[in-house]
T-cell receptor, first 113, second 111 residues
Framework: ETGVTQSPTHLIKTRGQQVTLRCSSQ?????VSWYQQALGQGPQFIFQ???????GRGNFPPRFSGLQFPNYSSELNVNALELDDSALYLC????????????FGEGSRLTVL | QKEVEQDPGPLSVPEGAIVSLNCTYS??????FMWYRQYSRKGPELLMY????GNKEDGRFTAQVDKSSKYISLFIRDSQPSDSATYLC???????????FGKGTMLLVSP
């Protein structure tokens, strides 16, 4: 158990809808990152938050957005869902934004129909 | 060429075998290297973290990094059926906590 919890665990949406995924950080961790893992692929970096500000972004369009709250919990929002957005969305937290020692939650599995 | 290359497998071994998992990479700026284990429909679990070149041992697991060859390895001794999972290598730049992952190697350990 990493102490990183994500909700919901599974959800089904239709194309064009919007979705919000949530993550609760492990105690003492001040960075939160979101990754997308398509079936049979490694996780792909979406973005990272540090002290409530975006601190890096991968190659994802602006319809992927996020928030980090003062208690270090976080949200990932995806607008105008597309079929290719179907994936496991992983939240990862860390103690230090200068190293890659990240601890992942179990993920939210999104299916877009 | 992808930044991180990893053979997807599956790699099938009998219980008790020594397992060798490998990744190659192209970005010489990578300075820290990790191995994660991921069971089906679960999140990745951090197994090993190494900084720069060298070896690191933790129980049955040994991680090796050869920066001159841009090659990293994970060895599992006395493999167990419970080791059956997908193993992901990941790496990043010093000063940043963004990770670049390989596609993962599926390991199957038969009793």
């Amino acid at each position: 158990e990493t102490g990183v919890t994500q909700s919901p665990t599974h959800l089904i949406k239709t194309r064009g809808q919007q979705v919000t995924l949530r993550c609760s950080s492990q105690s003492g961790h001040n960075t939160v990152s979101w990754y997308q893992q398509a079936l049979g692929q490694g996780p792909q970096f979406i973005f990272q938050y540090y002290r409530e500000e975006e601190n890096g972004r991968g190659n994802f369009p602006p319809r992927f957005s996020g928030l980090q709250f003062p208690n270090y919990s976080s949200e990932l929002n995806v607008n105008a869902l597309e079929l290719d957005d179907s994936a496991l969305y992983l939240c990862a937290t860390g103690r230090d934004r200068a190293t890659g020692e990240l601890f992942f939650g179990e993920g939210s599995r999104l299916t877009v129909l | 060429q992808k930044e991180v290359e990893q053979d997807p497998g599956p790699l099938s071994v009998p219980e008790g075998a020594i397992v060798s998992l490998n990744c190659t990479y192209s970005n010489s700026a990578f300075q820290y290297f990790m191995w994660y284990r991921q069971y089906s429909r679960k999140g990745p679990e951090l197994l090993m973290y190494t900084y720069s070149s060298g070896n690191k041992e933790d129980g049955r697991f040994t991680a090796q990094v050869d920066k001159s060859s841009k090659y990293i390895s994970l060895f599992i001794r006395d493999s167990q059926p419970s080791d059956s999972a997908t193993y992901l290598c990941a790496m990043g730049h010093s000063g940043y906590s963004t990770l670049t992952f390989g596609k993962g190697t599926m390991l199957l350990v038969s009793p």
